[in-house]
């Protein structure tokens, strides 16, 4: 008996190779169901990320020349009609996600891992915007102190506080 695969004289096999090919295929697919390996259902092949890959690497990709875009035209110092508004909004949310996440914390909710991330986030930001708005002298020293000992350690004891969450999922 002959299998054919092609169209071509040279593409075909004897039946004992054929035969021995069909019989490792049918192991292996045994031995894959044994395992749990396949359900049996067919499913599309997706790269790891996907769209999401995609997406974040656009992002980056049109962020980097905005900032050289920014810096080249942003004036050095600008005044904020809405000053007291924005960083009592900043603070508020991050006690927000401070919050959400001890409370998420004490009822063993694996969402806490996406409110103790948005807590780091944000108290990094706090820092960064504390000690780059800030006037030189006492302003400046106050804001580098604040961030360097409360801001900049509750954010990364916020983002080891996911990262355990994380692993014990």
């Known amino acids: 008996m002959t299998t054919t695969l092609g169209s071509r004289p040279s593409d075909t096999l ?17 031995d894959y169901i044994t ?7 067919i ?24 900032c050289l875009i920014l810096a080249a035209t942003l004036p050095s110092t600008y005044q ?4 007291k508004l924005t960083w009592i ?8 996600a ?18 103790a991330m948005a807590a780091g986030t944000l108290l990094i930001a706090d820092a960064w915007f504390d000690v780059s708005t800030s006037a030189a002298g006492f302003d400046r020293t106050l804001s580098l102190t604040e961030a360097l000992l409360l801001e900049l350690p509750l ?9 355990r969450e994380l692993r014990r999922q």
Not at 14 to 30: H, K, P, Q, S, Y
């Open 14 to 30: 004897d039946g004992t190779l054929g035969d021995a090919i069909d019989d490792r295929v049918a192991d292996a697919l045994e």
């Open 35 to 41: 395992e749990g390996r396949l359900d049996g259902r």
């Open 43 to 66: 499913r599309p092949r997706r790269s790891p990320g996907g769209l999401a890959a995609l997406v974040a690497a656009g992002v980056a990709a049109v962020l980097l020349p905005w």
């Open 80 to 83: 904020a009609d809405n000053w």
């Open 89 to 96: 909004g900043l603070d508020c949310g991050t006690a927000l």
């Open 98 to 115: 401070a919050g959400l996440t001890a409370y998420l914390l004490h009822k063993r909710n694996r969402h806490a891992v996406l409110t």
């Open 155 to 163: 954010a990364v004891c916020a983002f080891v506080v996911a990262a």
